[in-house]
């Protein structure tokens, strides 16, 4: 099915056991597809916006973000025919994935039009590797943790700053400018104990992608 999907791709994180290099912004691209000045029909869930990773001394959070910056009036996106990958490579290769997280919505007809619950699979030592439940809710289950659901943006830039510098070459950024100050999007974010990734002393490559079934490449 997905071969026939159009697929969007998050900047990947390099995640050290021991320190993390994370150039992780995606917002509105391919502007082709989700930039609503150059699309009249933007595919706002199928839009990534940002890819976080970090550790404890025992477990690994990832979190993708979606569909946003949008305002706190404006539902989470669950959509049914988007698939969400976040890809964990940790072996030599850090752009092959070696644990591919898939994530699907679907809607509980039975429980009303706004129920929405949530699939992830290839969840590492999991039994079956997946786990299913209602969306806005923490899901555990053999030492995994996760919840999708609706999140303040966590990401913080100077939208004003960076347009200003870009049109007149003078650094015009200020810190108590925030383009996503109260505004929201949504998010899946999974904890999965640390020994379940870690790869010897291998540097872990982490990064997000959304395939929409039916679309165009």
């Known amino acids: 099915m997905l071969s026939g999907g159009a697929t969007l791709l998050a900047i990947p994180l390099a995640l050290l056991m021991a320190q993390q290099f994370a150039p992780a912004a995606d917002h ?46 404006v539902p989470a996106s669950y959509d049914r025919d988007v ?12 752009f092959v994935p070696t644990i591919p997280i898939k994530i699907r919505f ?21 039994t079956g590797g997946t786990i299913t439940g209602p969306v806005e809710t923490n899901l555990t289950r053999d030492g995994v943790t996760l919840r ?13 700053g ?17 383009f996503f100050a109260n505004q929201n999007l949504t998010a899946i974010v999974i904890e999965i104990p640390r020994d379940r990734i870690a790869n010897g ?3 872990i490559g982490i990064w997000g992608t959304t395939a929409r079934f039916g679309g165009q490449l």
């Open 28 to 73: 509105l691209d391919p502007p082709t597809r989700t930039d609503p000045a150059m699309d009249a029909t933007p595919d706002i869930p199928a839009d990534i916006a940002d890819v976080y990773a970090w550790h404890t001394p025992t477990s690994v959070i990832v979190a993708m973000t979606f569909a946003g910056p949008q305002a706190t009036s």
């Open 83 to 94: 698939l969400y990958t976040i890809n964990i490579a940790n072996g030599p290769n850090k």
């Open 106 to 126: 679907g809607q509980d007809s039975s429980r009303g039009s706004n129920q929405f619950g949530v699939q992830v699979t290839g969840l590492p030592g999991v």
């Open 148 to 160: 999708a659901g609706l999140f303040d943006d966590p990401f913080f830039f100077d939208l004003q």
């Open 162 to 178: 960076f347009r200003t510098s870009r049109s007149t070459g003078t650094l015009s950024f200020s810190p108590t400018r925030n």
């Open 201 to 203: 002393a291998n540097p």
